[in-house]
């Protein structure tokens, strides 16, 4: 019985934390042109993380690509971004939203672990 | 002779100009170029320019601020402590102070960003507000200039124009006009992370034409100007994204002196840059 009644709570957790949209991880994607400096680089990333919501930032100058992370469960205006990357003194290429299940996977992965 | 040693002694006390480099970031350290640092960007810069003229040597640390105030649009302020010396043929002398800070507005009026480069043109002008130290002039000395560049992950060009104007003193005595035409480029031999330290070389080639200056009474100081051409290479390293240290020497490779004058000497500019807000 006690048996039974495990199993079904893990079910229940691994239902829970599939479905559970509360988890998921809002990223940004943005394509930044005009990057060609790490020491720029710099501005762009104070800019960003006065950004309402945001979580954190890296940027990868080899793609000119900046990704910003919502914190958990919210989400960030693009408007808000590409003004940040313009007052930087940058151009917007290319901006999307990317709803990310990684952490969710990640806990399921780790629900399924303590079953074996 | 007498007369002609004194008038030659006047000219090199006047020919100097303000020393401020105002680089900021990847900028060459001798000419004026194009960057911006966006926004609500705030720099510090301490500086250290040396430079021989004949037996005339100028020491000067300076302290400068960079302020974005909009994208495009940056003050740069610098306070500066000047000593000079003289090896004259009367023995050596010296003098030191606080010398006129100056003040540069930039305007970064054209931009193309592209995938890990730049391309952008300012203009700018500056001036020095008089102070009328033992170092400094009762008079401003302005400067304009325009400049074009190309910033990129690997490489780098500059080039501008510059012309410097000095509002004679009281007594007529003035430092020549000036006009430069500078060209650099830059490269940085091994991309780094954002974090990584990051080390960019550049090459300056300077063009100088300097007119005749005024003497005391206005005449003209047939010993003062001439054409001269430089080349400067220089270092920039960043240990990190906020703190950059520069150094350049400009070396003389042709001098064509007006009148009875002693040569340009070697000039050396090492500055240290801080990134703070924004």
């Known amino acids: 019985m006690k048996f039974n009644l495990a199993k079904a709570m893990v079910a ?105 | 002779m007498k007369q002609s040693v004194s008038k030659w002694l006047v000219g090199l006390t006047i020919v100097f100009p303000p020393l401020q480099s105002f680089s900021y970031a990847h900028e060459p350290l001798f000419m004026m170029s194009h960057e911006a640092p966006g926004k609500g960007a705030f720099d510090l810069h301490a500086a250290f320019h040396h430079e021989r003229h004949g037996d005339e040597t100028e020491r000067e640390f300076a302290s400068e601020f960079t302020l974005g105030f909009t994208r495009d649009v940056a003050l740069q302020m610098s306070f500066p402590y000047a000593s000079i010396s003289e090896d004259a043929p009367s023995g050596l002398t010296s003098k030191s102070s606080f010398s006129d800070p100056s003040a540069r507005i930039k305007w970064r009026f054209w931009d193309k960003d592209l995938l890990g480069k730049k391309y952008a043109a300012a203009f700018a002008f500056q001036s020095t507000i008089p102070t009328g130290s033992e170092t400094g002039r009762k008079k401003p000395v302005f400067l304009t200039g325009l400049s074009h560049g190309r910033e990129g992950l690997r490489w780098y060009y500059f080039v501008d124009t510059r012309y410097r104007y000095a509002v004679a003193e009281a007594d007529g005595s003035r430092p020549g006009d000036q006009i430069w035409l500078d060209a650099a480029y830059g490269i940085r031999p091994r991309l780094r992370k954002l974090e990584e330290t990051d080390v960019v070389f550049f090459v300056e080639v300077n063009y100088l034409r300097e007119r005749p200056g005024g003497l005391t009474g206005g005449a003209k100081n047939t010993n003062s100007g001439g054409d001269f051409l430089f080349i400067s290479p220089e270092v920039l390293i960043s240990p990190n994204n906020r703190i950059m240290f520069k150094g350049g020497v400009q070396i003389p490779i042709a001098q064509s002196l007006n009148g009875n004058q002693e040569k340009r000497g070697l000039a050396v500019v090492v500055e240290v840059e801080f990134r703070f807000g924004f």
């Open chain 1, 12 to 116: 229940l957790a691994v239902i829970l934390l599939v479905t559970g949209s509360g988890l998921a991880e809002t990223k940004y994607v943005i394509g930044v042109d005009g990057l060609s400096c790490p020491f720029c680089a710099y501005g762009l990333e104070k800019r960003l993380k006065k950004v309402e919501n945001v979580e954190s930032i890296s940027i990868d100058m080899d793609k000119g690509q900046a990704v910003v992370i919502a914190k958990p469960g919210a989400t960030i205006k693009e408007e808000d971004l590409r003004k940040a990357v313009k007052k930087a003194g940058f151009s917007v290429s290319a901006l999307e939203k990317v709803e990310s299940e990684a952490k969710s996977k990640n806990l399921q992965l780790r629900s399924d672990r303590g079953q074996s």
